[in-house]
C-alpha cells in the first residue's frame, strides 16, 4: 500500500516537472519569438541588414595594376613596380548594385602622386550594365614621361541619375612605383645583379604556368604576360643606371 502510494507521488511529480518544463520552453521560445520580431522590426525600421536594394547604385569594387592573361575568377596578382616607359594593364571592377539597368556609365581611371592629383589615364564608357552584375574592363597604361617615384591609380564612377550613395564610387587602389626598368627586387634606385638575378628565376613564367600564384607581374618588365629573354634583355639594357642618372 505505502509502496503504490510513494510510486504514485513520484509519478505525479514526473508528470508535473515535465508539465512545468514544457510550460518554461514554450514560456522561453515565446519569448525568444517575440525577441526575434521586435529586433527584426528594429532592423528594419533602421534600414540596417534589411535594408532595400536602392533604386540606383554604382559601385567601383577594385583597381589593380597588373599584367595581361591573369585569371579574372581569382584574386589578381599586382603589379607594384613599373618600369619607366613600360606599361600596365590596369584591371576595374564595376558593380551594378542597384534595381535598375544603367545605361552609358562613364568610369575613370587616375593617377596621383604628390604633386599631381587625378590625372586622367583612360575613361570608359559601359553601354549597358544590368541590375545585380559587374563587369572588369582593363586599360593599359603608359609610364613614358612620368618622373620616377610612387603613384596610386583609382577608379571613380560617375553617378548616374537618382544615386543617392556616392561614397563607393571612388575606389583607391594600391600605391605601384615608378622605377629603372629592372630595379624590382632590390629597391635602391639601381638596376644590379639581384634584380636581374630575380627575373632571371622567373624565366618563361606567365600568369598560369606553372602555376598562378608562382606569377610575379613585376618581372613581366615589358608587360606582355610571360617573363622571358625580352625582359632580361631589357634589364641587362638598364645594368648599373640608377634613378639619379
Ligand atoms: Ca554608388
Ligand atoms: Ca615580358
Keep these: 500500500m505505502f509502496h503504490n502510494f510513494y510510486r504514485e507521488i513520484k509519478f505525479n511529480n514526473y508528470k508535473m516537472g515535465k508539465l512545468l518544463n514544457r510550460t518554461v520552453s514554450v514560456f522561453l521560445t515565446g519569448l525568444l519569438l517575440i525577441g526575434m520580431v521586435t529586433l527584426i522590426m528594429n532592423v528594419k525600421r533602421l534600414g540596417i541588414g534589411f535594408a532595400e536594394t536602392p533604386e540606383h547604385d554604382i559601385v567601383v569594387s577594385n583597381v589593380v595594376p597588373s599584367t595581361p592573361g591573369v585569371n579574372l575568377s581569382a584574386p589578381i596578382p599586382k603589379k607594384t613596380i613599373l618600369g619607366r616607359g613600360y606599361s600596365t594593364t590596369i584591371y576595374v571592377a564595376v558593380e551594378n548594385q542597384g534595381r535598375n539597368t544603367e545605361t552609358d556609365l562613364q568610369i575613370d581611371i587616375y593617377w596621383s602622386n604628390s604633386?599631381?592629383?587625378n590625372q586622367t589615364i583612360y575613361s570608359f564608357v559601359i553601354s549597358e550594365l544590368a541590375a545585380s552584375t559587374f563587369i572588369i574592363?582593363?586599360?593599359?597604361?603608359?609610364?613614358?614621361?612620368?618622373m620616377y617615384g610612387n603613384y596610386t591609380i583609382s577608379g571613380y564612377a560617375v553617378p548616374v541619375l537618382g544615386e543617392e550613395n556616392i561614397t563607393n564610387n571612388l575606389f583607391i587602389g594600391s600605391d605601384v612605383k615608378v622605377g629603372v626598368p629592372c630595379d624590382i627586387y632590390w629597391l635602391d634606385g639601381y638596376c644590379n645583379m639581384r634584380d636581374i638575378g630575380y627575373i632571371t628565376s622567373h624565366f618563361m613564367t606567365t600568369p598560369t604556368e606553372p602555376q598562378e600564384t608562382g606569377w610575379d607581374p613585376n618581372a613581366d618588365i615589358n608587360n606582355d604576360g610571360v617573363v622571358n629573354?625580352?625582359?632580361?634583355?631589357?634589364?641587362?639594357?638598364n645594368f648599373y643606371k640608377s634613378e639619379w642618372d
Design 137 to 146: 574592363l582593363n586599360t593599359a597604361w603608359n609610364t613614358g614621361g612620368l
Design 229 to 237: 629573354m625580352r625582359d632580361i634583355g631589357i634589364a641587362a639594357n
Design 115 to 117: 604633386t599631381h592629383f
